[in-house]
């Protein structure tokens, strides 16, 4: 039976391991977004415990920042993503800090809780909060090309700029052929980045950025208010 998702459907956070249980009370699963849902006739209590968070003041799922800094870098990757679904070629972005921002410690030791200075540039990825510096430029360069949704989680999230598909960060951050984890060559003819001299906060994963950023952007940096 399809489903409009209407706002008297309520999504799911349902993990893979549990999806036969919420099967079985009634949850039906949305192929097109990618995630189990509660039907508008059925109540709401026996999934309570997979009922995604509650919205935040500031419009997001998450407020706590985990990385912080005085300026960012926006990346622009451009031509090299072919999304899963229309197998158009379309842009995506991430956040990229040089070194010398800082870092939420979260490993439970003596200085966790205090944040660290990072001598190394970072790109990231998993993001699931932005500051309002951030959402203002990612808006600006992106428009609604990278936005909040659902992957296993709330993220910000790139979308095809054709079809406007859901693209996750993983392939793009962690395999040899990603938009942000390419060799240099590749990147040097394909790739913009862009400057917000404005303090940052996210909360997000983050993996050790490549020196290429910073070569292949030369002539190519452009200043955002």
């Not at 870098?73 to 010398?100: N, Q, Y």
């Not at 400057?195 to 490549?210: I, K, M, T």
Request: with cysteine.
């Amino acid at each position: 039976m399809a489903d409009d998702h209407s706002k008297t459907v309520t999504d799911l956070l349902v993990p893979f391991a549990e999806k036969d249980e919420a099967k079985r009370l009634g949850a039906r699963w949305n192929a097109d977004r990618k995630l189990w849902y509660v039907p508008k006739d059925l109540a709401i209590a026996p999934f309570e415990k997979w009922l995604p968070p509650k919205l935040k003041p500031n419009g997001q799922y998450d407020d706590c920042p985990t990385v912080r800094a005085k300026e960012f870098i926006i990346v622009e990757v451009f031509d090299h993503r072919v999304c899963w679904k229309c197998k158009e070629a379309t842009s995506v972005f991430a956040f990229f800090l040089p070194r010398g921002h800082e870092r939420l410690n979260e490993d439970g030791g003596e200085r966790h809780g205090q944040w660290e200075r990072i001598d190394d540039d970072e790109i990231l990825w998993a993001v699931t909060y932005l500051n309002e510096n951030a959402v203002r430029a990612i808006h600006e360069i992106a428009k609604e090309d990278y936005r909040l949704d659902f992957h296993h989680g709330y993220y910000w999230l790139n979308h095809c700029e054709e079809c406007g598909a859901r693209l996750a960060d993983w392939y793009d951050h962690n395999e040899p052929d990603g938009a942000f984890t390419m060799g240099l060559e590749k990147a040097r003819h394909g790739i913009s980045l862009y400057l917000v001299e404005q303090p940052f906060e996210a909360g997000a994963n983050a993996r050790h950025g490549d020196p290429y950023y910073t070569i292949a952007a030369i002539g190519k940096m452009t200043e955002v208010s």
